[in-house]
């Protein structure tokens, strides 16, 4: 087997596991996904947090 047809076989046998890696990867990824919860139509907004008044306090 000559050096070329070796490292033509290395590389080859690198892509080979790199894409079954990714291929896995995507298909977890895929099979996790959350479903996205369609947004509502609110009358009105949401109240605001309540502003605090006076002076803060340190702890």
Partial sequence: MSLAMIIFSLIAGWM????AMLWGVLRIARRHQHAQPQPRAAKRSAPAAPRRTGTPQHV
Avoid at 16 to 19: E, P
């Fill in 16 to 19: 080979a596991v790199a894409a």
